[in-house]
């Protein structure tokens, strides 16, 4: 037996082993175990694909359909595993964003536990009435004068009309054809800006009703304006706006989830900044 040992053939045999042994140890296995490999699909699993079939389709699937949804899954789970065991899930920015996306979902259904009640509803919507304010309306008659024709409407506005009196039509056939409505009923002020420019309708609520008045600019030039009628910003009732607070309650309740979650979470992390990342939070 020692003579066995002392050959060429075993020595040699020898040596790749132990050298073998040692790349082992420190790359870990070459080539994954047959148990690495192996994907379970219990009836957990089917259950969960039925469910989200029905909840995109509302019908259950077909047997045909469930087939294709149970080989569909195991493609993916597949294909999952095998890019785990290449490593294309580490330095992968997109994988990354997909797993940051799945942490703070995690985190967010803590906020989604809590119940939002009508006194959290009431007592946001006090503090912050100010939010929660319908714009002012406006009902009203223009007549476009042109880009340098401010003073030619003011003097036709003194010295031609009365200004109570002074007809619509007189008034209309003293200004200059434009594609802008002559007539405009029940427009918000942002409705208004966008038609006339930013700052019309705040010109607007400066005017006494039903007179003519001007000239006023907008972006096209210069403007005679009949103010008909005109419903001041007020704040809204709760009622009307109960729906949006609740809303907002809860996307606040998530976010307040999250940074919770990630407080926690750090303070299990030892972060080490070095070089230019290190200056930069030093700043």
Do not use: C
Not at 209 to 215: L, Q
Not at 251 to 274: C, G, H, M, P, S
């Amino acid at each position: 037996m020692k003579k066995l040992f002392n050959t060429p053939w075993m020595q040699i045999t020898s040596l790749g082993l132990m050298v073998a042994l040692a790349l082992l140890i420190l790359f870990g296995p070459g080539t994954p175990s047959e148990a690495d490999r192996k994907i379970v699909i219990d009836d957990a699993d089917v259950a969960q694909l039925i469910a989200a079939w029905q909840s995109t389709w509302n019908r259950l699937p077909t047997q045909e359909e469930l087939t294709g949804i149970l080989q569909n899954h195991v493609r993916e789970e597949v294909l999952y595993q095998e890019s785990l065991r290449q490593g294309l899930d580490k330095s992968n920015a997109a994988v990354k964003r997909a797993l940051i996306n799945q942490m703070d979902m995690m985190a967010e259904g803590q906020g989604e536990q809590r119940e939002i009640t009508d006194a959290d509803i009431l007592a946001y919507y006090n503090l912050r009435k100010e939010q929660f304010v319908s714009p002012a309306i406006f009902s009203f008659k223009q007549v476009y004068f042109g880009q340098d024709a401010e003073m030619q409407a003011l003097a036709l506005l003194k010295d031609k009309w009365n200004a109570t009196n002074a007809s619509f039509e007189q008034v209309l056939s003293a200004g200059q054809t434009t594609m802008l409505p002559p007539v405009l009923e029940n427009r918000n002020g942002p409705q208004v800006d966008r038609e006339f420019g930013q700052g019309f309708a705040a010109a607007l609520e400066e005017l006494e009703t039903n007179t003519w008045e001007g000239p006023l600019a907008s972006s096209f030039g210069w403007h005679l304006v009949y103010l008909d009628s005109l419903a001041t910003a007020a704040p809204m009732p709760l009622s009307a706006v109960r729906g949006s607070i609740y809303e907002q309650l809860q996307y606040e309740d998530k976010n307040a989830a999250k940074e919770q979650f990630y407080t926690e979470l750090i303070q299990q992390y030892d972060v080490t900044y070095k070089g230019l990342a290190q200056q930069i939070v030093n700043e």
